[in-house]
């Protein structure tokens, strides 16, 4: 597993800024934020706008394996049409950037609410799914579904997605702490998913609400089981710290919660066998 915080841990820098903050601490790997991703979006064409930042990336040491898609999108909203298209840009984008690990959030939110059955919800985030699947094809790309309290909370939530899909091309991303939140037992989660667990939100919290806390403060996660489950299912992604509970603090002193986080995470990975 490789050490990583998603980008966002930078939110206030530019996506240049952000690469020189991780690169001046020794960082190998981050994965693009949704809000980082926009910025890039905005500057014109994504294929050559990713391929300018992977480059300055490669340039300072940097790779994104990972990348969290658009965040608030709704893959079973009524505007889905226009929903799929803009995430096809986005995923251009992520393909010129070198992502391999797509994140997108597994919809649904708007039909739950409008109180349609299980089966049309399923229906409907297949179709649009393999839309965005058949887009990348031709890529080296997983979306990556991720696991959300209100929407698709655990592994047969989303396997029943991914068995509906019937794409190689679909996997999961484990947020620990959506998990902690619902309840999941997250050693039987991973153990099941074994290789479809392709990416990790990793986070603490208290099980109440998504506080986005280190490791090892006030959160209740047993990242003494969590690791081992990781280990033995093979998983050699990034070991992804999605913790904006860290960042509203002054630049300072993030960049010093770096050498913390690093340290952290290798005797997270060196001591929990």
């Not at 099941?192 to 099980?207: C, R, S, Y």
Request: glycine share 8%; net charge negative.
């Amino acid at each position: 597993m490789k050490p990583s915080v998603w980008s966002s841990y930078f939110i206030d820098l530019s996506p240049e800024d952000m690469v020189k903050a991780f690169s001046s601490k020794g960082w190998s790997y981050s994965e693009l934020s949704d809000e980082h991703a926009a910025v890039l979006l905005k500057r014109g064409k994504p294929h050559i706008v990713g391929k300018q930042f992977r480059e300055f990336a490669e340039e300072h040491g940097l790779s994104f394996m990972q990348g969290h898609l658009w965040l608030v999108c709704d893959i079973t909203a009524p505007n889905r049409d226009e929903v799929i298209d803009i995430l096809k840009d986005w995923l251009e984008l992520f393909d010129a950037i070198g992502i391999k690990n797509a994140v997108l959030h597994p919809g649904g939110k708007y039909m739950i609410n409008e109180g349609c059955h299980p089966d049309e919800i399923l229906d409907v985030r297949v179709a649009s799914l393999r839309r965005l699947l058949e887009y990348i094809k031709e890529t080296d790309i997983y979306i990556c579904l991720e696991n959300l309290n209100s929407t698709a909370p655990g592994f047969d939530d989303l396997s029943r997605i991914i068995d509906a899909v019937g794409s190689p091309k679909l996997g999961i991303c484990l947020d620990t702490g959506h998990a902690n939140i619902s309840g999941v037992d997250q050693v039987d989660f991973i153990k099941k998913g074994g290789p479809l667990i392709k990416a990790l939100h990793i986070a603490d919290n208290e099980g109440i609400t998504d506080q986005h806390m280190m490791p090892f403060g006030r959160g209740n996660i047993q990242w003494d089981k969590i690791v081992p489950a990781l280990k033995e299912i093979n998983y050699s992604g990034l070991f992804n710290l999605e913790i904006p509970g860290e960042n509203r603090c002054p630049l300072e002193i993030r960049m010093a919660k770096l050498d913390y986080i690093k340290h952290m995470i290798c005797f997270m990975l060196e001591e929990f066998k």
